[in-house]
């Protein structure tokens, strides 16, 4: 007799690319997407990974590197400010896109810690519809997010650094002899 195996949800994950890599990057790290692709697969059963993201000209190799490794690229146009910096803003389409998916996923996986997101948590949860919100880091998220509701289903993304961290080649470390 055959044991009756779980069956497996159809998860999608919504991810703010940029709060994701500079909450990484603040705490001394490198993510390595494709480890992270495969652990939101394997831990939360995400089918569809969205990353959110500024399209800059001159990253395609980028682009091309996150969709090879199974995310969908959902790009915003950039605008350069006079100071130099690169501005994608690309939270409207991250709550457009999980509202147009909502009726195709089971569960939703939100990953950012930006407060601005708190009413597209809110209403998943309220509609039975969240997985999970994962925060990049813990000191820098938004109390908005600090809600006593929404504390079982907060994860961060320091918690996994060894399984999701970009190894480092031998000639990158230092520290590493010969």
Same mark, same amino acid.
């Not at 969908?72 to 501005?87: A, N, R, S």
């Not at 809110?122 to 509609?127: A, P, T």
């Not at 918690?159 to 480092?168: A, G, H, L, P, Y």
């Given at each position: 007799?055959?044991?009756? %195996?779980?069956?497996? @949800?159809?998860? =999608?994950?919504? !991810?703010?690319?940029?709060? $994701?890599? +500079?909450?990484?990057?603040?705490? *001394? ?34 682009? %091309?590197?996150?969709? @090879?490794?199974? =995310?969908?690229? !959902?790009?915003?146009?950039? $605008?350069? +400010?006079?100071?130099?910096?690169? *501005? ?57 997010? *600090? ?32």
């Amino acid at each position: 007799m055959q044991k009756n %195996k779980e069956k497996k @949800e159809n998860n =999608y994950a919504f !991810i703010d690319s940029q709060n $994701l890599n +500079l909450g990484v990057l603040d705490q *001394k790290w490198e993510l390595d997407f494709v480890r992270f692709r495969v652990y939101l697969r394997d831990k939360y059963d995400i089918r569809k990974a969205f990353l959110f993201i500024g399209y800059v000209k001159g990253n395609e190799r980028l682009y %091309k590197y996150l969709q @090879e490794a199974g =995310y969908i690229c !959902i790009f915003k146009p950039t $605008l350069e +400010l006079p100071d130099g910096k690169v *501005k994608g803003n690309v939270d409207a389409e991250l709550v457009l896109h999980t509202m147009i998916h909502f009726s195709d996923f089971d569960r939703a996986l939100i990953v950012t810690g930006d407060g601005d997101f708190h009413c597209l948590i809110e209403f998943l949860l309220e509609n039975n519809k969240l997985r999970a919100f994962m925060a990049p880091n813990h000191k820098k998220y938004s109390g908005l997010l *600090k809600r006593k509701d929404f504390i079982s289903y907060t994860r961060f993304v320091a918690d996994i650094r060894n399984k999701v961290q970009k190894k480092k080649g031998p000639n990158e470390d230092k520290t590493s002899s010969g």
